[in-house]
């Protein structure tokens, strides 16, 4: 059974930094092998894409959190990080972790992000 288990969430001060974190289990593939996302979803908005990690290690992000977002991956670990820094009231949402292959795509739960002074 795949599971995707986000960590890290919590209530932070504009400016400040959290690091979002995804343990993988369960994947009919090897984990190296699946992108690797962060989405998040704020309230009345549609789910956006922040940013990927692919099985090459190839980043891309949205073009709100380029310099202030960064993801990356451990392999031996199964596990996705997402660095937040630089954290603006406007990144406040709901984040998702999201592995894909093939035509094949899995979700979290979703952790909470709020940046509020």
């Known amino acids: 059974q795949v599971q995707l288990v986000e960590s890290g969430g919590g209530l932070v001060q504009p400016g400040g930094s959290l690091r979002l974190s995804c343990a993988a289990s369960g994947f009919p593939f090897t984990f190296s092998r699946y992108t690797m996302g962060w989405y998040r979803q704020a309230p009345g908005k549609q789910r956006e894409l922040v940013a990927i990690?692919?099985?090459?290690?190839?980043?891309n992000y949205v073009d709100s959190v380029k310099g202030r977002f960064t993801i990356s991956r451990d392999n031996a670990k199964n596990t996705v990080d997402l660095q937040m820094d630089s954290l603006k009231p406007e990144d406040t949402a709901v984040y998702y972790c999201?592995?894909?292959?093939?035509?094949?795509?899995?979700w979290g739960q979703g952790t909470q992000v709020t940046v509020s002074s």
């Open positions: 990690i692919t099985s090459g290690a190839g980043t």
């Open positions: 999201n592995a894909a292959i093939f035509v094949s795509n899995y």
